[in-house]
């Protein structure tokens, strides 16, 4: 069965750093495409990024090119997001998502769906 476990996030002061781990489990992680999301309480779901083994890192929310990137340690089935600059209004549940076999990032719109497995989430708060 497939797992994926987040972890790292925390309360931040604005202008500082945080780096998100997605631990995968449950299939090969050689090809993959697994995708970082973020919700804020009653609102939809956003993704974020996508990180591919075949095609890098595609951006589902260009505003955050330059502040946020992801990277990948396949010897340790991990995915990070790195998130520097922060701002208060990056306050959210941070998902990792991915749907085995898929090594290709899937592309908007309709990202949700494209995805069948999920992280627990991690809480990020941004300070002022």
């Known amino acids: 069965e497939v797992h994926l476990v987040e972890s790292g996030g925390g309360l931040v002061q604005a202008g500082g750093s945080l780096r998100l781990s997605c631990t995968a489990s449950?299939?090969?992680?050689?090809?993959?495409?697994i995708g970082w999301f973020r919700q804020v309480l009653g609102k939809e779901r956003e993704g974020v990024l996508c990180i591919s083994s075949s095609d890098g890192i595609t951006f589902y929310t260009d505003s955050l090119k330059g502040r946020f990137t992801g990277s990948s340690d396949n010897a340790k089935s991990t995915v990070y997001l790195q998130m520097n600059s922060l701002k208060p209004e990056d306050t959210a549940v941070y998902y990792c998502?991915?749907?085995?076999?898929?090594?290709?990032?899937?592309?908007?719109?309709?990202?949700?769906?494209?995805?069948?497995?999920w992280g627990q989430g991690t809480p990020v708060t941004i300070s002022e």
């Open positions: 998502a991915v749907t085995p076999m898929v090594t290709r990032c899937p592309r908007p719109p309709y990202l949700y769906p494209q995805f069948n497995v």
């Open positions: 449950g299939f090969t992680f050689e090809d993959y495409a």
